[in-house]
């Protein structure tokens, strides 16, 4: 496999940049964003997910293109950046992206532990860093919930080292709904991550509030249902009561999601920078009151 530099990344970035931008009507504006409840920091409410997506070889080609989608990022006012352990070469591709120019002071990173065991753990979190090549992470969560306990405590100390901002718990599924909230009363969390979306609503029922009740910021993972609402809507042309606030199914979805009171951020992933400015574009402009939420969800129900 070739090796990259600099240069190449920087003349691979320059031919991805040559790409028609989607263009935004709100383009100078600044994006929406939400307080930490711990903290009151504000986050902006779009970041990226980076499963599968940024699990790529180091090539100067596939770094530019990563590179050109947190740019997309950054330069919309964006910044959470979501990885794991989990998901193989992603945080080393974090790295790559932050070694080729990426400011790593605007960028949010949060990763995960996702093994057993304390020793494990704060071996895995030390690297996590090492491989994004930065000192500090800024959120540092549990990955569903695989020995909460243990990690929390280590979590905890790394806190008042400064060599973590914030904790969290991650999961995925509505089966683990009940355990999360069992967790977030114990361990009381600073962050959770879980799944929402308009074809999985079941984090309203119980998740979501409790949230709220305990102020704890809130990351959405699986918005898209790992794309699986794309083809719901195949074909189909976004309904007209959505085109005020929606540019396209990718915004319909997003925001949907981030219209939620409980919602901080959400963190689609994906692997091309013009989707990357789409999903962008969830963060500007008018979202959905609690009408139109219900209307976006009987349409919904009646693909
Ligand atoms: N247990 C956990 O902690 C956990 C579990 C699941 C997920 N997560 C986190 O949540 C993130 C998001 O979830 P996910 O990766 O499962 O899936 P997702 O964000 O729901 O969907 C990603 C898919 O949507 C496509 N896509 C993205 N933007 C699009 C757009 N504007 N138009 C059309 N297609 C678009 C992407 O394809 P393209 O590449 O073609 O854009 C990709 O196939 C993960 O990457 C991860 O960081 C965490």
Redesign the pocket.
């Known amino acids: 496999m070739k090796n990259w530099n600099r240069r190449d990344v920087l003349a691979a970035g320059a031919a991805l940049a040559a790409l028609p931008r989607i263009p935004f009507a709100a383009e100078a504006k600044t994006m929406m964003s939400r307080p930490i409840p711990s903290s009151s920091e504000a986050l902006p409410v779009i970041g990226?997910?980076?499963?599968?997506?940024?699990d790529v070889d180091s090539s100067a080609g596939e770094i530019a293109t990563r590179k050109e989608i947190v740019d997309r990022l950054t330069d919309m006012g964006g910044s959470l950046?979501?990885?794991?352990p989990?998901?193989n070469r992603?945080e080393k591709v974090i790295g790559d992206v932050i070694n080729a120019g990426v400011n790593r002071d605007k960028l949010f990173l949060?990763t995960?532990v996702w093994t057993d065991g304390r020793e494990d753990g704060i071996a895995q979190m030390n690297r996590s860093a090492d491989l994004m090549n930065t000192e500090i992470i800024d959120l540092m969560?549990v990955?569903?919930l695989r020995d909460t306990a243990v990690h929390m405590a280590s979590i905890r100390e790394s806190q008042e080292e400064g060599r973590i901002r914030y904790s969290g718990l991650?999961?995925?599924?509505a089966s683990a709904h009940a355990a999360i909230s069992k967790d977030m009363q114990t361990f009381k969390p600073e962050f959770i991550?879980i799944?929402y979306?308009l074809g999985e609503r079941e984090a309203e029922q119980q998740v979501l509030p409790l949230a709220q009740e305990l102020g704890i910021a809130v990351?959405?993972?699986?918005?898209?249902?790992?794309?699986?609402?794309?083809s719901t809507v195949a074909g189909k042309e976004l309904p007209d009561f959505a085109k005020d606030f929606a540019d396209?199914?990718?915004?319909f979805f997003?925001k949907f999601i981030i219209s939620h009171p409980a919602v901080t951020c959400v963190?689609?992933?994906?692997?091309?920078p013009?989707?990357?400015?789409?999903?962008l574009g969830a963060g500007f402009g008018e979202l959905p009151d609690a009408t139109m939420r219900d209307r976006m969800v009987e349409y919904f129900n009646s693909l």
């Open positions: 990226l997910g980076t499963y599968e997506v940024f950046l979501d990885t794991s989990m998901y992603s949060a995960k969560q990955h569903n991650t999961h995925y599924t991550q799944n979306s990351l959405v993972n699986r918005p898209f249902q790992a794309g699986r609402l794309f396209s199914w990718g915004q997003l963190i689609p992933a994906t692997s091309k013009h989707h990357m400015a789409d999903n």
